[in-house]
């Protein structure tokens, strides 16, 4: 009995003691959603290949950071009748019940074209997702963004936002309660424009004291040079003022890192960045993989310039 406790100690000191590494897992992943679903950390990418193949997205779980789990073909175009090519950009939110899981379909470049941001449902995070709507959610340009990149956002009051836009724009709408489209906000605009200075794509917001973060991706995605800035506002209709850059590459580390998302843990307000980089030396646009670090506030709340690293983060057990 003895030996056993000895054994069970050293390998919980092990863990509390294990590093994730960067990347987390293997394989051409981009474009991250990270969240955190029944006491695990989930993490949902977009399989980075070329647009023709990128036809379906895997998941992957843990309990701690640090071991992930494969899941598959959560979400298979098959399961999408009006898509046809580029699924990519996720993003996961469970709502009354449900798991829904955005995403963007065929990188239309007119509204002549069918595609743009669709969204599936499932009983569990790990799928299989099925098709919602049997159409886009937005399938055209308005304000010229690009309809791809979505960020669904849950206020404390209860309304539901998306935050939305290539093409160096992006839009703000209020989602219906069960998603199944937009409707106007108090001043009766639909699609509201909050496009701060530099922004390219891969918005994300948050809420942390009171104030609205948005955060976002510049530079071209296939270069060294992507990167993640934010800015901070009263509302989350802005105006957003840009603050600066949070991400960038290092040349020791990887290049072109960003489209990010975040983890949260509220029992010690600990956040971590979820993003995608490309490792040292390789120019392959879609060489892509997913990494995971620290991120930090100071005391007048502003985001810190992120670390990258190779070693990851330690392990952080949610349960």
Known sequence: MRLRTLIGLAMLAWVAGAQAGNPVFPGWYADPEAAIFDQQYWIYPTTSVRYGEQTHFDA?????????????????????????????????????????????????????????????????PGGPFRDLLGKPLIGAFHNGAQPIDQFVFHDDDGTWYMIYGGWKHANIVRLKPDFTGVEPMADGTVYKEITPERYVEGP?????????????????????????????????????????????????????????????????????????RHPLGDTDGNHRQVAIDRMYFDAKGNILPVKMTNEGVPAHPLR
Do not use: C
């Open 60 to 124: 992957f779980s843990s309990p701690d950071l640090v071991h992930w789990t494969k899941h598959a073909d959560v979400l298979d175009i098959k399961a999408i009748g009006w898509a046809k090519k580029a699924l990519w950009a996720p993003a996961l939110v469970h709502n009354a019940g449900k798991y829904y899981f955005f995403f963007a379909a065929n990188d239309i470049q007119s509204d002549n074209e069918p595609g743009g941001i669709g969204v599936a449902v499932a009983d569990a």
């Open 204 to 276: 994300l917001m948050f809420k942390r004291d009171g104030r609205y973060y948005l955060m976002w991706s510049e530079g071209g995605w296939t270069g060294p040079d992507y990167s993640v800035a934010y800015a901070i506002a009263d509302k989350p209709t802005g105006p957003f003022k840009r603050i600066g850059k949070i991400l960038q590459q290092d040349p020791a580390i990887g290049t072109g890192a960003g489209h990010h998302s975040l983890f949260h843990v509220a029992a010690d307000d600990s956040w971590y960045i979820v993003y995608h």
